[in-house]
């Protein structure tokens, strides 16, 4: 069964950088295929992704946040590190990680399946 | 970037009624569109995946159809834990993006 689950701060300051965990199980990320996606939703909007990591490093991001994310992996504990600098009012948002297999090396689906349960992050002085 | 742009943004409705949901991109994506559903509180959960296969466990009144740049997901006879918010999702081209969602209220 896979599993994953964000964790980080509850409040973050203006200008703080914000450090968000995914903890995941049932999958590894040192598999062919596999990646890990970020995304977040602010209170009562829509959905918006955010970046990827697949097993072999490679990365994406949101051309509209680019220059202020970056994504990492350690395959020892099975996490992955989202960190967003320059934080701002409207970065406050739940934010969600979530499984993808793009070969058939590993288990599942080329799509966000399954989630975490989300984390709220409030950005307020 | 591909602007997903999801219709009508609510949708009032009764059980056992039919729900019609559309997803239109910018561009062709080929079938490649997911849709989720998403239920206060909780994490989307993946409902349809290559525009028309459910997902494991979604129960067969959810169908998915439609290529290039228009897509449907429909809801034969809605149950009560249906009404909810429902999201699609391109991975043609990065970034990926989502729909702004369709939410499915009770009349």
């Known amino acids: 069964q896979i599993t994953l689950r964000e964790s980080a701060p509850t409040l973050v300051r203006p200008t703080q950088t914000l450090t968000l965990t995914c903890t995941f199980s049932g999958f590894s990320l040192t598999t062919s295929g596999v990646s890990v996606s970020w995304m977040r939703q602010p209170p009562r909007e829509a959905l918006e992704w955010l970046a990827l990591?697949?097993?072999?490093?490679?990365?994406y991001y949101s051309p509209s946040l680019r220059s202020r994310l970056t994504v990492t992996k350690d395959t020892s504990k099975n996490q992955v590190v989202l960190t967003m600098t320059n934080m701002d009012p409207v970065d406050t948002a739940t934010y969600y990680c979530?499984?993808?297999?793009?070969?058939?090396?590993?288990?599942?689906?080329?799509?966000?399946?399954?989630w975490g349960q989300g984390t709220l992050v409030t950005v307020s002085s | 970037e591909i602007v997903l742009t999801q219709s009508p943004a609510t949708l009032s409705l009764s059980p056992g009624e039919r729900a019609t949901l559309s997803c239109r991109a910018s561009q062709s994506i080929s079938n490649y569109l997911a849709w989720y559903q998403q239920k206060p509180g909780q994490a989307p959960r993946l409902l349809i995946y290559?525009?028309?296969n459910r997902a494991t466990g979604i129960p067969g009144r959810f169908t998915g159809s439609g290529s290039g740049t228009d897509f449907t997901l429909t809801i034969s006879s809605l149950e009560p834990e249906d009404f909810a918010v429902y999201y699609c999702q391109q991975r043609s081209t990065w970034p990926l993006t989502f729909g702004g969602g369709t939410k499915v209220e009770i009349k």
């Open positions: 290559d525009a028309s």
């Open positions: 990591i697949y097993w072999n490093d490679e990365k």
């Open positions: 979530a499984h993808r297999c793009s070969r058939t090396t590993c288990y599942g689906v080329d799509w966000l399946d399954p």
